[in-house]
């Protein structure tokens, strides 16, 4: 899976948004009451060497108001059709009968933006809140895009908003994104492009109800979501998603920000298919809770279905997760995970059985894993054709290979009924119930797992 956690870098653009309208705020020193601003069309590209021609602007209608004065400039005959040009200290927009100066700083983030295009949007920034909403926005850094469909962004501050610093802490702190209409259930639509440090393409369109940022935690609300990444198609329906955040992190630090969402999050997704595009299999995934702290992560999940690649279906249920995990290690990394549970952790799986059209059959059940300093505990029942169900007992010593992707688990010993070897009895239980397992091997001494 990706490196990066998709929805910090779903943040770190949207504050790009915010940076890119930062210079507006020239508009409104510390005793005005608000600039709002329409905005029909913006087509923004950075030139080369931030410097030059950068897009075109149109403002239907401008209105500011400070103290007792008021304005209110209404683009008749195109008067508000700007032209954008930049250099590194300063960003100019130029209409037939005005010219508009503002100058950037030199780390104001702003030629982070490669590329923005907006429509049929508004803008409104006074000293005690930001609120920016709109049809269709995109925006892209280079290798990531974002775009938004009928959206809306709000962010309130205890500092004065009209400053760059004022805005960032506010919207640090305070922010809500949620749908352009009130009553529009399925929210704000967000399309996001990107690639892993491999290079792989990723994918995510999204359809969500709200996302939240306050001081010391954010909340993401899908009422669904479709995820491309590597080889596998992932659909999750309505999910919950709350992370930590420094509550005195008032910069742009996507780091921070990662590190401290990763460390403790709580995610409810009931509904999660995930399928191999290139085989055909995938999984069926209910999600009851999964939650990470500083050095663990526990996870509940009633059950999981695994579709084979012979048409089979194995279905775990009732399962309980409960493994050491490193700081700052990313929940969605799975081998990062492995490492954690092989070092020390517990997965408690009620039962295991084969799902046909019309029967499930279940082969084993009460399976009961413990890992500690790479010692491995494992206890099961089995049910074998003509063989009453027994008890299967093993002991062993286990290596993670993430480079290989694999897990070995070197036999120290095991127990099961006299007339069976352990090696026959987990053999024939998969042969019979997992046909196509072509991801195991097995002699007296191992077992060797392709992740």
């Known amino acids: 899976m990706n490196n990066k956690l998709i929805m910090i870098s779903v943040i770190s653009l949207l504050f790009k948004i915010l940076l890119l309208f930062a210079f507006l705020s020239t508009y409104a020193d510390a005793s005005s009451n608000y600039v709002s601003i329409d905005i029909e069309k913006l087509d923004y590209k950075k030139p080369d060497s931030n410097r030059g021609e950068a897009g075109n602007l149109i403002f239907p209608q401008v209105r500011l108001s400070w103290d007792e004065m008021k304005i209110s400039l209404d683009n008749n005959s195109s008067f508000l059709d700007a032209n954008i040009k930049v250099n590194p200290r300063y960003i100019k927009f130029k209409t037939s009968g005005l010219g508009f100066t503002f100058p950037l700083e030199s ?8 590329g923005a295009t907006l429509e049929n949007s508004s803008f409104i920034l006074n000293q005690d809140f930001f609120n920016f909403s709109g049809e269709k926005f995109s925006v892209t850094n280079g290798t990531s895009k974002l775009i938004l469909d009928k959206f809306n962004v709000y962010c309130n501050g205890e500092d004065d908003m009209t400053s760059g610093k004022g805005l960032i802490k506010g919207c640090l702190t305070d922010l809500i994104l949620n749908g352009l209409n009130e009553g529009d259930l399925a929210g704000a639509t967000i399309d996001y492009y990107d690639s892993t440090a491999n290079g792989e393409n990723i994918f995510l369109s999204s359809r969500l109800k709200s996302f939240e940022l306050k001081s010391s935690k954010f909340k993401l609300d899908l009422n669904q979501a479709h995820l491309e990444v590597l080889n596998y198609n992932i659909d999750i329906g309505t999910a919950d998603i709350s992370c930590e955040k420094e509550s005195k992190l008032y910069e742009l630090d996507v780091d921070r920000l990662k590190n401290a969402c990763v460390d403790k999050t709580e995610i409810h997704a009931p509904h999660i298919k995930i399928k191999d595009k290139e085989t055909g299999s995938g999984f069926d995934i209910s999600l009851e809770q999964l939650k990470t702290e500083k050095n663990s992560i526990e996870a509940v999940l009633p059950s999981v279905e695994i579709n084979g690649e012979e048409g089979k279906t194995t279905k775990l249920s009732s399962i309980k997760i409960d493994c050491f995990k490193k700081e700052n290690y990313e929940f969605y990394d799975l ?4 490492s954690g549970c092989v070092e020390n952790g517990q997965i408690d799986i009620d039962g295991i059985s084969t799902v046909g059209a019309k ?12 890992f500690e300093n790479n010692l491995v505990i494992l206890d099961m029942k089995i049910k074998l054709p003509l063989i009453p169900q027994f008890k299967f007992n093993v002991e062993a010593y286990v290596r993670h290979d993430q480079d290989n992707k694999t897990l070995t688990f070197d036999i120290i010993r095991y127990k099961t009924i006299k007339i069976l070897s352990w090696r026959y009895a987990l053999r024939k239980a998969l042969e019979f119930y997992v046909k196509g397992n072509d991801k195991m091997y097995m002699d007296d001494k191992k077992i060797v797992i392709q992740l």
């Open 107 to 114: 780390e104001s983030g702003f030629f982070k933006v490669n």
């Open 335 to 338: 081998h990062k995970i492995i």
């Open 359 to 370: 029967t499930e059959q279940q082969f084993a059940k009460k399976l009961n894993v413990t």
